[in-house]
């Protein structure tokens, strides 16, 4: 028994249904392995990397890639997707998206996956940041959401100024984080979020209307 056999029919699925596949679905594609997870196992710790998985291979399939993917990159013509590149932030500090997708070495659209949303605690950098400082004074409350949009702006600079980006949610939100969330739209028009659970809308329909994304 081979278990790239499961991931192949995971991939084969997302190809076949990218019009029709609900956002919903995504989520509970991801569901199904966690729970399958902790009934082997005990427990879903250390267990991470699916999120990422799925909308990668999502996106391969929407965009019609062929190529293999080499270091964690699949080139094709002008465009290529990247997982966890590195880029040199305003900052200098390094930042390493989740996934990007870049037109003639620029960054097109860039993909923030989370699993959840959580509160967190600044670092020393974030603290600083003007943008971090005026987010927490109207929101009250530090959220992996600013967190996010702290780091994708930090590497908005260069030939990476006019990207568009989304934070992918799979697990539907508190009040709180959709205060924030809607707190970061209305100052960056560029970035948007986009929350799975109990969402029906057809994931590739979500991507273009909040992204203008381009599919074949």
């Known amino acids: 028994m081979k ?5 192949e029919e995971m991939d084969s699925h997302l190809k076949e249904n990218l019009k ?3 956002c919903h679905e995504l989520f509970e594609i991801k569901n199904d392995f966690y729970n399958n997870i902790e009934s082997l196992c005990g427990s879903t710790a250390n267990f991470t990397g699916i999120t990422e998985l799925l909308i990668f291979r999502f996106i391969y399939h929407s965009l019609g890639m062929k190529n293999p993917v ?7 013509k002008n465009n290529s997707i990247n997982i966890g590149k590195r880029y040199v932030g305003k900052n200098n500090k390094y930042q390493e998206p989740d996934i990007v997708i870049e037109e ?11 699993n959840q949303l959580n509160t967190t605690t600044p670092n020393n950098n974030e603290k600083i940041s003007p943008l971090v400082q005026d987010l927490l004074l109207h929101s009250g409350t530090y959220t992996t959401s600013i967190q996010d949009i702290y780091r994708i702006e930090n590497i908005r600079h ?13 697990s539907k ?10 707190l970061i739209h209305k ?21 273009k209307d909040k ?3 381009k599919s074949v």
């Not at 260069?158 to 799979?170: D, M, P």
Request: hydrophobic share 45%.
């Open 3 to 7: 278990f790239a056999y499961a991931f």
């Open 20 to 22: 029709m596949m609900t």
């Open 70 to 76: 080499i270091n964690k990159t699949v080139q094709q």
């Open 104 to 114: 003639n070495g620029a960054i097109k659209y860039l993909f923030s996956i989370k």
């Open 158 to 170: 260069g030939i990476h100024t006019h990207f568009k980006s989304l934070t992918i949610v799979f």
């Open 173 to 182: 939100v508190q009040q709180k984080h959709e205060i924030t969330n809607n």
């Open 187 to 207: 100052r960056f028009k560029w970035h948007n979020f986009l929350i799975l659970e109990n969402n029906l809308n057809p994931f590739l329909k979500e991507l």
């Open 211 to 213: 992204l203008d994304f």
